[in-house]
């Protein structure tokens, strides 16, 4: 028999048993308490034969519950006495969100309400092994970029931190990289108060779990990954690298710096989380579909709006991934980095693209 019993608070005492169950960096109190100050936190202790087989952590916001298993597999039949415990237990609560699930649910009055893809590398026991599965392009490049900034610079030095060990000054100097990265690539950059209590929570939460590698050079940082560990596994967070050391291809060779040390400590699972870009699959990282869902009360005007909302985002989606988009996203990266002839070089494209487009919607029109 399965029996599902409410606590109030955050399960300390548990700490451990949510890192070896479900191997997530969110499934965790520390990530909950850093992340979700404002919630009301709660949790389920969920027991078969009086052996505890689930712990559901969740908290409760206005209307809504929010669970923080996410990143994991649960099964649909605890999910679905999960959320009925919720609004039995709850009468203001609405919906629960359901975050990341690897795997997919079939509940009624409930939106699917994202997906995404966590990249997940299977790391073998030695560097040499891995190292020999990537292309020979991707060797080569690595191998010939380390060897040229090592060639070039005398100071040097790769560096690795765990927990206590890192400090503040380091998460902020390597975020500070991250922020000017994502200006300079035209991606959207958010006010320096936010920016802040980016920085100070990531702190905060790699100060237990934390591991960051980095590349130094007379005591400036070029590039650095900020990632945690939990259990067996690494979630990397952030990978910032300084834009003037480009032609060394320095963001990369301190992912495969972080690489080499997951393969050294014994670490054979390396989370890329959400995004897909070349780097990773190069890396060898395959997608694993992640989805997230909303379950409602009841089929309420508010599950109509989030219905419609949806929808119309993943219509967005589609939009802004057309080819015909790429050449202004390239524009505006430009624009923000004040590299006024690489502007001008792409309007031709520009031009082009819109050519192509009105071009085809002439055809449809026909």
Not at 184 to 201: D, E, P, Q
Request: glycine fraction near 4%; include cysteine.
């Amino acid at each position: 028999m399965i029996s599902f019993t409410c606590f109030k608070g955050l399960p300390l005492e548990y700490e451990s048993f949510l890192k070896e169950k479900y191997n997530s960096y969110i499934t965790t109190c520390r990530y909950v308490e850093v992340y979700y100050p404002t919630y009301d936190i709660n949790y389920m202790l969920v027991y078969e034969n009086e052996n505890l087989i689930e712990l559901l952590l969740y908290g409760n916001k206005g209307d809504t519950t929010r669970c923080f298993n996410a990143l994991v597999e649960l099964d649909q039949n605890i999910i679905k006495e999960f959320v009925k415990k919720i609004f039995e237990t709850y009468l203001p609560i609405k919906k629960v969100h359901i975050d990341a699930s690897y795997k997919n649910y079939d509940l009624k009055k409930t939106i699917l309400s994202f997906k995404s893809n966590d990249n997940i590398l299977q790391l073998p026991t030695t560097m040499e092994e891995y190292y020999n599965r990537l292309s020979s392009g991707t060797r080569k490049k690595i191998k010939s970029q380390k060897a040229r900034l090592l060639k070039d610079f005398n100071d040097v030095k790769f560096i690795t931190k765990f927990g206590a060990e890192i400090d503040e000054k380091l998460i902020d100097r390597i975020m500070q990289l991250n922020f000017n990265k994502m200006k300079y690539s035209g991606a959207f950059h958010r006010n320096n108060i936010t920016n802040a209590v980016s920085t100070n929570n990531l702190f905060k939460y790699t100060h237990h779990y934390g591991c960051v590698a980095y590349i130094e050079i007379n005591g400036e940082i070029i590039a650095g990954n900020i990632s945690t560990i939990i259990n067996k596994s690494l979630f990397g967070h952030v990978t910032a690298f300084n834009p003037n050391y480009n032609k060394y291809s320095v963001g990369e060779i301190c992912l495969f710096y972080l690489i080499q040390t997951c393969i050294e400590n014994g670490l054979p699972i390396f989370h890329f989380l959400w995004g897909q870009s070349d780097l990773k699959k190069r890396m060898l990282a395959k997608p694993n579909v992640l989805s997230s869902y909303i379950v409602y009360r009841s089929y309420s005007f508010d599950y109509l709006f989030n219905t419609i909302k949806v929808l119309f985002a993943k219509v967005l989606i589609r939009a802004k991934q057309s080819k015909f988009v790429k050449p202004f996203k390239t524009s505006i990266k430009y624009i923000n980095s004040g590299d006024w002839k690489k502007i001008l070089s792409v309007r031709s494209v520009n031009s082009i693209s819109e050519k192509k487009y009105y071009g085809m919607q002439d055809e449809i029109k026909t």
